[in-house]
Structure formats: C-alpha cells, structure tokens
C-alpha cells in the first residue's frame, strides 16, 4: 500500500519525508488556502522537491466538465504530467473523468462517499478512487468499511482503478485499511505522525540505554 502525505506545507513535507517511507503528496483546495501562500508557488515548489517521478495529486475547482477538463490541463502544462488531477465525482464530474482518461490524464476520483460513485469513475477510466473515510464516519456511516468494500468491488469486477483511502483521524482507520491491502491511503502530518508516538517504545529505549550507561558510562557506545 502506497503512504502519501495529505498536506501542502513544504517544509513539514520535507521533514516527514525524512523520517517516514512516503510516495508522495495530495492536496486539495482547503489544504493549499491553509498555506496561506500563492498556490501555483505552492504547488511548484511540492513538485520541485518532489521530482519528476513524486506522485502530486492536485484538485481542480471548476464545477463543470468543460472547465475540469481545462484546468486539468494547465495543471499537467504546469506540473507535469504524472501529476494526478484531482476530480470530484459528481455528474460533471463523471463527465470530465471520462473524457481525461481518454487522454491519458491521470486522474484521482475524489470526493467519494458511495461504492456507486466509486464503481462509475473507475468504469470512466480514474486511476484511483479516494473515499473520505471519516467524514463517512462523521455521517453516521462506516468509513472503513466503505472503503473496504470499494476496494473489493474493484477486485471483482477487475477494474484496475486502486482506492486512495482519504479523510483520517487517527491511526486505527489507516491500520485497518493496510490490513486489507487497498492501493494506497493519504494521512496528515498529524496522523503520521501519531503512528510512532508510543510512549511505551520510547520508555523501553531509555532502558536500555541507562542500563549500558550503568555498565560502560554516559557517552559509550558499541
Ligand atoms: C483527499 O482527497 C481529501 O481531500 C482529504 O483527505 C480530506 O481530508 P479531511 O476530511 O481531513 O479534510
């Protein structure tokens, strides 16, 4: 399962990557106005760290096919083609799907909160499909198994769309989804960042390290 980093902010970007063994960066119209920065700045500086190769996900604003389809395309002009244009699956939507995956354009289906919107835009052609997992358990769903299921549904209808597992509050949503095997999730800084807060790991560290220090000293070393 691929781990990308939902967020826009460059330089905690380049920390977490750091660290963590990320495939890349999605965005969405909320996440750039939080960097309170010029978003084709914003959004060339992610794909300069990035590379050629970095997976980028960005949302188009437009509500109409016509204009998706356009946007998607100053997108690629700017960013490159391996940048994935990020499409709200809605009847416009759809339409736009369809016609940039006739192109060749890498698109990631967003703004998905039912299997049907799911199936329809892996049908029309999205390399990926993302569920919003915690709004869906925000509204009383079961974001999980939402995406789940998708996943599944994908496999049985041997649609070659992956689900991009999106929309998480903690680290036990995206454990149960790495647990089935879905192509990929997109986390916050946050949440990533949780999945190595563990108290008890670092106690049992500190163990070990005041236990040689007992024997050996305070700068020693193997
Ligand atoms: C991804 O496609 C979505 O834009 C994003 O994950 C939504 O996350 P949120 O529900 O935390 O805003």
Do not use: W
């Amino acid at each position: 399962m691929k781990l990308i980093i939902d967020d826009a902010n460059i330089e905690k970007i380049k920390q977490l990557y750091e660290t963590f063994p990320v495939d890349g960066v999605t965005t969405n119209p909320s996440i750039l106005a939080r960097t309170g920065g010029d978003p084709h700045r914003v959004l060339r500086g992610l794909r300069d760290f990035l590379g050629s190769e970095g997976e980028l996900h960005v949302q188009v604003l437009s509500t109409d096919a016509e204009g998706m389809v356009a946007e998607a395309g100053r997108i690629r002009a700017e960013l490159g083609e391996n940048t994935y244009v990020k499409v709200p699956v809605t009847r416009e939507g759809l339409k736009a799907i369809r016609l940039l995956a006739a192109s060749d354009c890498r698109v990631t289906a967003t703004a998905v909160y039912t299997q049907m919107q799911a199936f329809l835009a892996a049908k029309a052609g999205a390399v990926y499909a993302a569920p919003y997992v915690n709004r869906i358990d925000n509204l009383g769903g079961d974001g999980v198994a939402v995406a789940r299921d998708i996943h599944e549904l994908f496999q049985k209808n041997g649609l070659k769309t992956q689900v991009l597992a999106a929309s998480f509050k903690n680290c036990r949503q995206v454990l149960e989804l790495v647990r089935c095997g879905v192509g990929a999730a997109t986390v916050s800084p946050d949440v990533l960042e949780a999945f190595l807060k563990l108290d008890a790991v670092d106690a049992a560290v500190e163990r070990f390290r005041l236990d040689f220090e007992g024997l050996c000293g305070a700068q020693a070393t193997l």
